[in-house]
């Protein structure tokens, strides 16, 4: 029961870190569920977010996998609960209110200043993946090339991520 009581606490709580996408809530997950609680390790918190990124919907879906492996089903479902409750009702309060403010002066203001928090805590969040998945001068040539090809083409990321695994997949094979 105790793993309940923490996965809800855990889970409400870095669902208001959400604020830009899911990375944003990254560096505080692996935290909280690889140093704090141990839930899992940074590898495997690596592994289920790189799934959730190439999964179809919503790529946060991967949580449920730990709340899974914390305390198996019933886990799993108060994590999905936990974790996508107090933002869907934020944002559905907060949109109703935002109509009626349409008028207020401070709104503009308001908005544009949570854009350079959205974009820090997304950096924050693409620099603590980071460090778990470049390991070595083969994972760092991997991710400077599909850095450079984003910013240089308009290919779909899909494709890098399938080149990455391909390419990871020839770099690091043992037979």
């Known amino acids: 029961m ?7 606490r855990v889970f409400s709580y870095l669902s208001i870190l959400t604020v ?31 799934m959730g990124q190439i999964a179809p919907g919503p790529n946060m879906m991967m949580i ?4 899974e492996w914390a305390a198996g089903i019933p886990g799993a479902i ?5 974790f996508f409750g107090p933002t869907a009702l934020l944002a559905f309060y907060v949109g109703r209110l935002w109509v009626k403010l349409e008028k207020w002066p401070w709104r503009n203001s308001i908005q544009r200043g949570l854009s350079p928090v959205a974009i820090g805590l997304l950096l924050a ?6 460090r778990g998945a470049v390991s070595g001068w083969v994972t760092l ?3 400077g090339a599909v850095l450079l090809i984003l910013l240089r083409s308009k290919i779909n990321p899909a494709f890098l991520v399938l080149a990455g695994a391909v390419a990871g997949g020839l770099a690091f094979y043992r037979p």
């Open 78 to 82: 108060v994590v999905l609960i936990a």
């Open 64 to 67: 449920v996998s730990i709340g």
């Open 2 to 8: 105790n793993q309940i009581i923490a996965l809800i």
């Open 125 to 130: 969040g693409c620099l603590s993946l980071a």
């Open 20 to 50: 830009g996408g899911g990375l944003a809530a990254f560096p505080e997950m692996k935290v909280l569920t690889v140093d704090v609680h141990k839930w899992l390790t940074f590898p495997q918190l690596i592994h289920l977010y790189s």
């Open 141 to 143: 040539a991997i991710a």
